[in-house]
């Protein structure tokens, strides 16, 4: 199993410019969700889904979007880049909500400018 | 509204001397508690959890945890600090029935041979 893979590691924005962070897990996990990472910060939930077709948010939306029309995939969408979201994002899974093992991905670093 | 403190930005032990890192944690209901790790450039990685039962959990490379329900605390601790456990180490609480996992800011620990 390659386990929950990130695509890219590395991504550099314009403000106002929009992209999509993959992520795609190969375990048939139903719960799947993002994370950012900032310093001192901790990890934030950003959207998590419950399964395919059900997606709801975190702590931190606002500026992403979400969808999950397969179990395998959960791409996270920034619609316009700003430098706040200038941040390591990570993408996580596991068997269901009631799971007590996240798995994590290798992560990516988005940095705009 | 559930949350994670980790009051020690960092950590600094000589190997072979025990190590505690600190937690404490608020959340409505029992809490469902958890210890990962996190090597440079890498995803996070699940170490132990306290769900219900024996307050001492024992988790992966010889680390443990201890629940204190009156003291609202999840410190985690190892015996014999080695090198190799130089990382940054995140909590992270969640409630019976939510589906989100709230992760403290973080603690880096430094083992110095």
């Known amino acids: 199993n390659a386990g929950v893979t990130q695509t890219p590691k590395f991504q550099v924005l314009k403000t106002g410019q929009s992209m999509t962070l993959q992520c795609a897990q190969d375990?048939?996990?139903?719960?799947m969700s993002w994370y950012r990472q900032d310093p001192g910060m901790g990890l934030r939930l950003i959207h998590y889904?419950?399964?395919?077709?059900?997606?709801d948010q975190g702590e931190v939306p606002n500026g992403y979007n979400v969808s999950r029309s397969t179990t395998e995939d959960f791409p996270l969408r920034l619609l316009s880049a700003a430098p706040s979201q200038t941040s390591v994002y990570f993408c996580?899974?596991?068997?269901?909500?009631?799971?007590?093992?996240?798995?994590f991905g290798p992560g990516t670093r988005l940095t705009v400018t | 509204a559930q949350s994670v403190a980790q009051p020690e930005d960092q950590v600094n032990v000589a190997e072979g001397n025990p190590l505690t890192v600190k937690c404490t944690y608020s959340v409505s209901g029992n809490p469902y508690l958890f210890w990962y790790v996190q090597y440079p450039n890498r995803g996070l990685q699940f170490l132990l959890k306290y769900i219900t039962g024996d307050n001492l959990v024992k988790g992966s490379y010889g680390f443990e945890a201890e629940f204190n329900k009156s003291q609202t605390s999840f410190h985690l601790k190892k015996p014999s600090a080695l090198v190799s456990d130089s990382a940054l180490y995140f909590c992270?609480?969640?409630?019976?029935?939510?589906?989100?996992?709230?992760f403290g800011g973080g603690t880096r620990l430094m083992v110095k041979p």
């Open positions: 996580a899974s596991s068997w269901d909500r009631d799971s007590y093992e996240q798995y």
């Open positions: 992270a609480v969640r409630g019976p029935t939510g589906n989100m996992l709230t």
């Open positions: 375990m048939n996990h139903e719960y």
């Open positions: 889904s419950v399964g395919a077709g059900i997606t």
